[in-house]
């Protein structure tokens, strides 16, 4: 497809573990995509899809219909949009900027203030679904934000994701986010639970887990993160570092609304613990060597 047939052209700034599969697949689905990441490796291991390296969010933004950022955290979309060379100065042609990280909905609604002072819409639209998700373009993509600004974001929602839901006003993706992130964690120490349990009765975990898979007791993260915790494998996938940063989040949520989250408030210090003992860069199934540590087993046993 030449570059006059291609549908759009997206900017794309943060080509990570999330974002350099996402930008692949709005190349495969025929956009345009300027990216930009402030480490030089991830922009130019995307140059064989056809991804235009650029120097910056406002080089990357220039003729673009829509920005998209995915992001580790509030700092570092901030300092995209707010920073030299940012999105509030140097906006897409198309004045559409989507945030897809996971951030706090205070800041969310203060940059998209800002931007709507110099007529820039800003949605947010955090995911759910992780790597896997977002290499088979079957994310779950929870929008906040104006109504006809999701409608211009949806085709390239449409191209990484498979559930696209608009939630409410600027905000509300990452309102949806953040709960949807206390059930991971908590569902995820349910599992260690049951799985310490099960190892010291003396039962077999596979067994254990495939019995749990066809209950009640099943779970997404029972099917995706049981086998590597099961085999003691602590790398690669979603860090303890970015769940950290995540209920960090909702518990600022819940002390803004005046929530009690006694269930969060536990998970988050077992996530401490993991992070204290150097998990933080390890996949969120070290969760679980907390649970080996408590029961006195070698994390790998
Ligand atoms: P990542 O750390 O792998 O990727 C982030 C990228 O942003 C990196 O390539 C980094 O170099 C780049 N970056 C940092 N600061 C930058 C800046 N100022 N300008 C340009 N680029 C910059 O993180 P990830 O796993 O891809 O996660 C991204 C976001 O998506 C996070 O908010 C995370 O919480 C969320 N998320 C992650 C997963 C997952 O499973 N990894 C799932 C759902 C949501």
Request: charged share 15%; aromatic share 4%; with cysteine.
């Amino acid at each position: 497809m030449s570059n006059d047939e291609k549908r759009g052209c997206a900017a794309f700034i943060g080509l990570g573990t999330m974002g350099r599969e996402m930008a692949v697949h709005l190349l495969t689905a025929g956009y345009a995509v300027r990216g930009f990441d402030v480490n030089a490796e991830a922009v130019s291991g995307l140059a064989g899809h056809g991804l235009v390296a650029c120097s910056s969010p406002a080089d990357a933004a220039r003729g673009a219909d829509i920005a998209i950022t995915m992001l580790p955290d509030t700092p570092h979309v901030e300092s995209v949009v707010y920073g030299e060379n940012g999105l509030l100065a140097s906006p897409p042609d198309g004045r559409l900027v989507v945030d897809m990280s996971t951030i706090s909905p205070v800041a969310v609604r203060r940059m998209h203030a800002d931007l709507a002072q110099v007529g820039v819409a800003l949605i947010d639209a955090p995911v759910s679904g992780g790597p896997v998700g977002a290499r088979n373009a079957a994310l779950s993509i929870m929008a906040g934000g104006d109504a006809e600004a999701f409608a211009r974001a949806e085709p390239y929602f449409r191209a990484m994701g498979t559930t696209i839901t608009h939630v409410g006003a600027a905000g509300a993706g990452q309102a949806v986010k953040l709960c949807n992130q206390l059930v991971c964690a908590i569902n995820l120490q349910a599992i260690c639970e049951a799985l310490a349990l099960g190892r010291a009765s003396g039962v077999d975990l596979d067994q254990l887990r495939t019995v749990l898979l066809g209950g009640s007791a099943s779970s997404w993260m029972l099917d995706r993160l049981g086998p590597a915790m099961i085999a003691g494998d602590a790398s690669a996938g979603f860090r303890i570092d970015l769940m950290l940063k995540d209920l960090r989040l909702v518990q600022e949520q819940a002390q803004a609304l005046a929530v009690p989250l006694p269930g969060t408030a536990l998970v988050t210090s077992q996530y401490v613990e993991a992070k204290a003992h150097g998990e933080g860069a390890n996949g969120n199934q070290a969760l679980f060597r907390v649970y080996d540590r408590m029961t006195n087993r070698a994390p790998d046993a």
